[in-house]
């Protein structure tokens, strides 16, 4: 079966899940998953029913910007997932902006009872944790101003320019 150049947004639980063999994973993109009731949330999921699964691919695809929707919840947060498959190919994804709760994992690519399969040319940005407002209270602009107004530009030039002047000439 062919997924190819779909976008998923703003999904619970999972973005695209598939199992099976000589599946294509192409080309998609999923972002802003939130979570199920239980605040698992996984990007593109690939399963093989007991390692009988053959000859899947998982490339060019964009899994981003997943933030936990259930504040207790402690389950990991994972972009592409492949569980109990052979020969299988994940190249060429980019994973990034998987947000979890404080002592939650996330897991930007990650395979689990799978042989001989390839991983390569992926790339993964911004391993974060979200801000825990508990802990570090919330997030508000200041509202102290300093006494004089601070002037960008020539000013300042100008000062030393005539200080450079005063030691040539003295």
């Known amino acids: 079966a062919y997924f190819t150049k779909n976008f998923e947004a703003n999904y619970g639980a999972y973005g695209i899940q598939v199992w099976g063999s000589n599946n294509r994973i192409e080309g998609n993109r999923v972002s802003g998953n939130t979570g199920g009731s239980n605040g698992q949330a996984e990007g593109i999921v690939l399963i093989g029913p007991g390692n009988n699964s053959c000859c899947n691919q998982i490339r060019d695809n964009v899994v981003s910007d997943f933030k936990p929707g259930v504040p207790t919840s402690s389950l990991t947060i994972q972009g592409i997932v492949f569980s109990g498959v052979t020969q299988t190919e994940v190249s060429g994804n980019t994973v990034s902006g998987l947000y979890a709760r404080t002592g939650s994992n996330v897991d930007y690519i990650s395979s689990q009872g799978s042989t001989g399969s390839l991983i390569a040319r992926n790339t993964v940005l911004s391993a974060a944790t979200a801000r825990p407002l508990v802990a ?19 000013w300042f030039g ?3 320019k005539r200080r450079s002047q005063v030691r040539r000439v003295g």
């Open 158 to 160: 100008t000062a030393a």
């Open 136 to 154: 570090h209270g919330w997030i508000r602009p200041t509202k102290w101003v300093p006494r004089q107004r601070i002037w960008a530009g020539s």
